[in-house]
């Protein structure tokens, strides 16, 4: 007899769901809200570039998925707030939170300006707090269980030359999803990141595919950059019912890249 509550596709579903995803204009955001979506979440889509989030909501909607375009900066917390407030109006309180937006940068430690520094931790980490803080707090005055997801990277847990200001923001990140998750654990609210290694989007494109790129891809375990759709299992999990008793984790996909002691 199959015992419907087991199959995978009864675990995973987010029939009912209402999520928000940022960064949501290119790469892993484009793809993370196509997922939600595909798995019945209604997806408001938050980014600066209103032209690319409006082709993408188009392009859920035309596959039978729900979704709104909504122009937000996550540095901007009153443009934050006003996203939830568009993203509620539309489909009820946003339950599933997806911090993805992010930016990179190339610059030694040394040579890093104020400017920079404060450019990428402002997004990579101080915004994926206040907008974590802004999205908890809406959940709990609904009253509604939740789940927030934030977007991590391996140079969280590992740091490569020219990648000090991301990785610090990265590692904070890691710590921020288990400060969170402990104070939110009772109010029903998960809160857990994903940490990818590698994957070919508009943040390192150029990069990963120079010649230092290359000979990075030689290093990864499994001999190639992640997929498109490879972190959609890690997604699903930490969003869903399937995830229900993870909270505060880091869940690492990166085709093996941090295990391997390169030499
Ligand atoms: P990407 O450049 O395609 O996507 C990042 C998105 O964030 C872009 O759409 C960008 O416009 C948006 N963004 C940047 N600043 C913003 C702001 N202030 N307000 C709103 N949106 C803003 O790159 P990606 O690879 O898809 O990156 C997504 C996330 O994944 C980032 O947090 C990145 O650090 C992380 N990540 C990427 C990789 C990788 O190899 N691609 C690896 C580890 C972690």
Known sequence: MVILSMKAANIFDLTGKVALVTGASSGLGARFAQVLAANGAKVALVARRKDRIEALKAKIEAAGGVATAIEGDVTDRASMSRAFDAAEKAF???????????????????????????????????????????????????????????????????????????????????????????????????????APGWFDTEINHDFLNSDIGQNMKRDIPMGRFGNAGDLDGALLLLASDAGAYMTGATVVVDGGQIVAIKG
């Open 92 to 194: 009820g309180t946003v339950t599933i939170l997806v911090n993805n937006a992010g930016v990179a940068h190339s610059t030694r430690a040394l040579d890093i300006t104020e400017e920079e520094y404060r450019r990428v931790v402002g997004t990579n980490l101080d915004a994926v707090f206040f907008t974590a803080q802004e999205g908890a707090r809406r959940m709990l005055a609904a009253n509604a269980r939740g789940a927030i997801v934030n977007t991590a990277s391996v140079l969280a847990l590992n740091v490569s030359k020219g990648t000090a200001a991301y990785a610090i923001a990265k590692a904070g990140v890691v710590q921020a999803t288990k400060a969170l998750a402990l104070e939110l654990a009772f109010k029903g609210v998960r809160v857990n990141a994903i």
